[in-house]
Each structure stands twice: as C-alpha cells, then as structure tokens.
C-alpha cells in the first residue's frame, strides 16, 4: 500500500506515523504531505527517512488511500480532489461527518456501513469517538433513551497552538492575543468552551449530540452536553449519565463492557481502580469506570469514560478504518501497468 498523511508535521500527523509503524498494514511507502512552509522537510517512517512534498505531488501519487488531519477548509478543498484519483480519503476534520452521503464511522461500532464505492470517510470528533465504543454494546442491548454528558478535554486537542499557550503560561511568559488558542488562561484553569459557541451551545456539544446519533444509528435519542476544556497533557475524560429504556443488571451490564472491542474496564473503587488520562495515555482503548446505577430515574447509570484523545481519539481510529478496509477487500483495485 502507498499511503498519503495530509498534515503529517502536525499533533496528530505525528501520532498518525507512529500509529501506522505499529499497524499490520502492508505499507510499502507514504507519502508525507503538509503546508508549502513544510515542503522539503524530512520525517522518518520504520527507520526510513521521506521529504515532505506539496499537496498536487501527493495528489498526482495516486496513493491507496490518504489519511486527512489537516483541518476543515484543506479536508473540502483537496479531499474530493485526492478522491478524483481513485484515492480513499480518511478525513479527520469535521468537513463531512454531517454529510448524509459520507460514512461516519468507528469500526468496533460500524464498520459493517463501509462499501467499496466510499472514497471519503470521516471520522468522528474525539469526545464522540470514545463515547460511542462504550456504549454501542449497551445501547444494542438495553436501548439507549437519554444521554447527559460532561467532558474534560485535554488541551492537547485544541492542537500545537493550545499546547504553545499552555507551555508558555506554565513558564510564566506572556503571549499576544493573536498567539493564544483560548480567550482565558489554561494553565492551571478550567474553561466551559470546547470549539466554538452557536447560540447556547459549543461546536463540541454540538458533535456529542449529531455524531453520537449518527454512529449509533438512532435519531430518536435525546442528548445534552456540557464541554469543558482542562490542563492536562492527553487524554479526554467523559462523565455520562445515561437512561435506558430497558432495565439491566449492573455485574451483566460489566460483563458485557468487558468482552466489548477496544474496551477496557477499570472499576473496583474499594482498590481505588478507575480510569484516568494518565492511564490512558499512549494506547488505544477506551477505558471505563466508576459503573453505578443513578438511583434518581428509571434504569439509570453512571459511568465515566476515558481515552487517550490523539490515538483512539483521532490516528489510531483514522488508521483503523484503512485497516478494516483493506482486511475486508474495500479498497480499490489498483491496475498494474
């Protein structure tokens, strides 16, 4: 496989290549691609070293498939443009999860809506992403009436702009306004402003509810979010309340979460188990705790969910839907000349 990474000397550009050295891809060469000021630069991929080229060269490589991690406005100019080629577009931005002809898409969740006629994929927000691998078992089983949601997202997520402000506000040194990612001090602060405010609500809210509906494949259930974002370096912390419409057993309901893909439950409070950002960081599960009925309605839990925001939360998701494509023979056929 010839695989593009559009934005590869970003925050998760960088991830995306550790991420796929781990992977089981049969990748014979990538083709490193950013903004023309990054033209030229080097990256090294399983200890070999590749040049950075402009997005037409990567374009006109004709890859297998182009993973996307370069913001909303490049994903809607070059991606259609990649896809033009016969290139499968894996895109990390928000351009086209909404879009009711693009697939939105976890693999442990979904995976079975991909076709081999897709040639721009999204992959969900990072709060989403780790949320709905938690609860697409529970919600298969028990049926999924009501969601109320508080994140605490990792400033990491905001990008290298947010971890400059950070760093710079750790070391006591003052930046410009125009320098800064967030409008208040994140350092050692706590802000309730994920993205950007439409009317009432946040974008990131806003993804929770429209994502999480999408993914699950069900319009009917009632979402609320709440989104804050906090000084830890990686790592996405959600605490979710959750109504179903079915009564569960709390030990069947762990059970479950134990046998589900990509889950990894910590919960046994009496040894102080429970997940945590620095628990997670650096791998690809979703880790789940603090399970507790919400004595307060009718079949409620509590549960608090955790991931590592720059892996599972955007490359190592990203890369999984390559793998899943290429394990189930949905690429496109390269013809050989």
């Known amino acids: 496989m010839k695989i593009a990474i559009v934005g590869v000397t970003g925050l998760v550009g960088q991830v995306m290549l550790r991420v796929l050295e781990e992977s089981k891809l049969p990748i014979e060469q990538i083709v490193p691609v950013a903004s023309s000021r990054s033209v030229g630069k080097k990256v090294v991929f399983n200890q070999k070293e590749y040049e950075v080229v402009s997005m037409n060269d990567a374009i006109n490589a004709e890859c297998d498939v182009a993973l996307f991690s370069a913001g909303g406005s490049v994903s809607k100019e070059f ?41 721009i994929i999204a992959n969900p927000n990072c709060s989403t992403m780790q949320m709905v691998v938690a609860l697409a078992p529970l919600h298969k089983n028990y049926k999924i009436e009501r969601l109320v949601i508080s994140t605490y997202q990792s400033y990491t997520g905001t990008g290298a702009k947010a971890v400059r402000q950070y760093e710079s506000e750790r070391n006591g040194q003052c930046l410009r ?9 994140i350092f050692e602060n706590c802000l309730p402003h994920c993205g950007d405010f439409v009317d009432d609500y946040t974008t990131e809210e806003i993804k929770l509810v429209n994502e999480t509906r999408k993914i699950l494949e069900d ?14 370096n990686g790592g996405h912390s959600e605490a979710v309340n959750v109504q179903f ?10 059970k479950e979460l134990t046998l589900a893909k990509g889950v990894t439950l910590l919960d046994d409070v009496k040894k102080n188990v429970y997940p945590t950002p620095l628990e997670a960081k650096d791998k690809d599960d979703v880790f789940v705790g603090r399970l507790r009925r919400d004595h307060s ?12 925001n720059l892996r599972k939360g955007a490359a190592t998701n990203t890369v999984q839907i390559a793998q899943y494509l290429h394990e189930n023979n949905l690429l496109p056929k390269k013809v050989l000349v």
Do not use: W
């Open 79 to 119: 991606a259609p443009k990649f896809a033009e080629k016969g290139t499968v577009v894996i895109d990390n931005s928000s351009a086209f999860r909404m879009d009711k002809d693009k697939c939105l898409v976890v693999p442990e969740v979904n995976g079975h809506v991909l076709r081999s006629t897709d040639k």
């Open 177 to 185: 306004v125009e320098e800064r990612a967030y409008p208040h001090q």
């Open 219 to 232: 319009q009917s259930i009632k979402i609320t979010a709440t989104a804050v974002r906090v000084p830890v």
């Open 245 to 254: 419409k079915e009564a569960f057993d709390l030990e069947d309901l762990k």
């Open 297 to 308: 309605l009718e079949n409620g839990l509590n549960m608090f969910i955790v991931s590592d």
